[in-house]
């Protein structure tokens, strides 16, 4: 049983459209994020989410909409996308708590063109 | 600002060496780090973590080292196998809701 899974793996679009991942755990976890890995490897955290609600907003243009349906689920959704929004995507999940790692999805590569 | 950055980007190695991976990290505030190792079309997996009351620890195959004065955190493999060529990031846990991740080495296992 995959953990923390996302889908789709590959989304290949044209600019200005709208476009959504989505992120399930089946870990019974509090705590979910995305995370944006550009080209050159380097991660870096977009939104965390507690027991549905969001607690960490790392400046991330408004087109970016994540929704948390329940604890279990965290989407991504992103309006217009631009060409710089091409990288790759990771949803994880962690317990609640100080001192915990997080449990990272395989990723959703997207490209704009 | 907040930082947690690595000192080479790559780093090869031969089979059956130790690797040392280093990383420099910025907030003295930092208490939960962790390594991670990430394969080629993967997410990053859990390797190790350390407590900043702990300066050591070790598991199979794997230590890491944290000095706190210095603000320095290492990853050392010993006995390196082909399997663990992939690309490495410390991380920096200092509150419950956000990990920050280091910029990445990329470990070459040579045969």
């Known amino acids: 049983d995959t953990a923390v899974s996302q889908t789709p793996k590959y989304l290949v679009t044209q600019m200005g459209n709208d476009k959504s991942i989505k992120c399930e755990q089946n870990l019974g976890h509090d705590t979910m994020y995305w995370y944006k890995q550009d080209s050159k490897k380097f991660l870096k955290i977009m939104f965390s989410y507690n027991n549905k609600e969001l607690i960490i907003n790392e400046t991330v243009p408004n087109r970016f909409s994540p929704k948390s349906p329940d604890k279990a689920h965290l989407n991504l959704h992103i309006n217009s996308l631009e060409l710089g929004d091409s990288a790759v995507y990771f949803c994880?999940?962690?317990?609640?708590?100080?001192?915990?790692?997080?449990?990272f999805g395989q990723g959703t590569r997207l490209t704009v063109v | 600002g907040e930082s947690v950055g690595l000192h080479l980007p790559t780093l090869s190695v031969q089979e059956g060496d130790n690797s040392i991976i280093n990383c420099a990290y910025s907030n003295s505030a930092s208490d939960y780090f962790i390594w991670y190792k990430q394969e080629s079309g993967k997410g990053p997996q859990f390797i190790i973590d350390?407590?900043?009351?702990?300066d050591k620890r070790q598991g199979q195959r794997v230590t890491v080292l944290l000095n706190k004065t210095v603000k320095h955190l290492s990853l050392q493999i010993a006995a390196t196998q082909p399997g663990d060529s992939a690309v490495y990031f410390c991380?920096?846990?200092?509150?419950?809701?956000?990990?920050?991740f280091g910029s990445g080495t990329r470990l070459l296992v040579r045969p």
């Open positions: 994880a999940s962690s317990p609640a708590g100080d001192d915990t790692e997080a449990f």
């Open positions: 350390i407590r900043s009351n702990m």
């Open positions: 991380a920096e846990n200092h509150s419950s809701y956000k990990l920050i």
